[in-house]
């Protein structure tokens, strides 16, 4: 029997999770066309925060007060949860810090933002600094995400590197020379298989530059594949032009450069399959603006790939050039496909970054050590410990909490 009652405040869509109660809340209508437009998230915002404190309340009115309340203070719902629980103690993810300056907005010279939208990309920090005047502590999963809080912020914000669990995310010798099926593509033994993995596929994860790079690929090896996982929409940054995708955008680009049939876009495929395809993976290329981090790197790091990785901020704290993967300039394409070669032809490299890879991911990803700091954290700040007991005593009251996780990055 779980010692822990656990209530999950959503959208109506998310999925359910077993032995979770899902409470769901409908998503508010969006902002008029009346509201300005820098105002628009934090009017999405405030409204979040309204329809979840009155679920909340709906919970309290049956009986349920939580001892502790974790979330993710990006969108706005924990804002008046304060008020619905007076006194207990919150956890709010804190994601990003938005700027205008030395951080993704002006990074890359090809999507020039026009000033005139600064006052627009400053006011996404509204809510930020509302929950940042809450009595709550903060949580983020990186130095690079911390450091993009200003000074007087950081301190009221802990430092809790996110995990992947090493048993499930772990190499498989076997597996790195097995004949593989992605969508149309066969990968056979002797084939060497470059892969790449974005959530969507977008310039803020270097689309552009890992498809402009694929005519170096392809001209170097013969026996060379690509798979480029992802999907079509847009999950950071500008859409594409209109009636168009980025992917679409940029294999115009290169189409009379390259063999289409050597490249796959599978689009989202089944996590074991994902999985498969990082151990089966010869290079994998890794890129992204200075912004969050993706959890595929982190996965890629555990399944022990040789990683050719951006050389911006938030992959130079996961990779040591040399160590634990390449960096290469995010603006290179013949830098990364150079790159990509050098691990595909020496051997000894490819073996030392592959073992890199997985010594760190052992030593600062593990699921196990990220569960255990956050617990310990859940426990200092209720005076009561959330690890699950044995079965229920006689007489004590169960833990509870009103959790809203973190997004995918």
Known sequence: MNAHEIVFITEANANVINGVRKVPYMKPR?????????????DGGTRRAEIVAHTANSLKQLGFIPDIIIGHQGWGEMLNLGDVFPGVPMIGYMEFYYQTDGADVIFDPEFPIDPADYPRIRAKNAINHIALNLDARGVTPTRWQLSTYPDWAQSRIDLLWEGVTLDVCAPDEKAR????????MTIRRNDALVTYVSRDLEPYRGVHSMIRALPHLLRARKNLKVVMLGGDGVSYGVPA?????????????VADQID??????????????????????DAHVYLTYPFVASWSLREALATGCAIVGSDTEPVREFISHGRTGLLTSFFDPRGIADSVMSVLEDKKLDEKLRTGARKYAERHL??????????????????????????????????????RPAEAL
């Open 30 to 42: 969006p902002s008029s066309a009346e509201t300005h437009v820098a105002a628009r998230e934090l």
């Open 177 to 184: 020379h097995a004949t593989l099926k992605i969508g149309d």
């Open 241 to 253: 032009p209109q009636g168009t995708t980025w992917r679409e955008t940029f294999m115009r680009e």
């Open 260 to 281: 289409p049939s050597r490249i796959s876009f599978p689009g989202r495929i089944d996590y074991s399959l994902y999985l498969s395809l990082l151990r089966r993976s």
């Open 366 to 403: 593990s699921m196990d050590d990220y569960l255990a700091a956050y617990m310990a954290k859940i426990e200092l700040l209720t005076g009561m410990s959330p690890r699950p007991a044995p079965k229920k005593r006689a007489g004590r009251p169960a833990h509870r909490a009103v959790r």
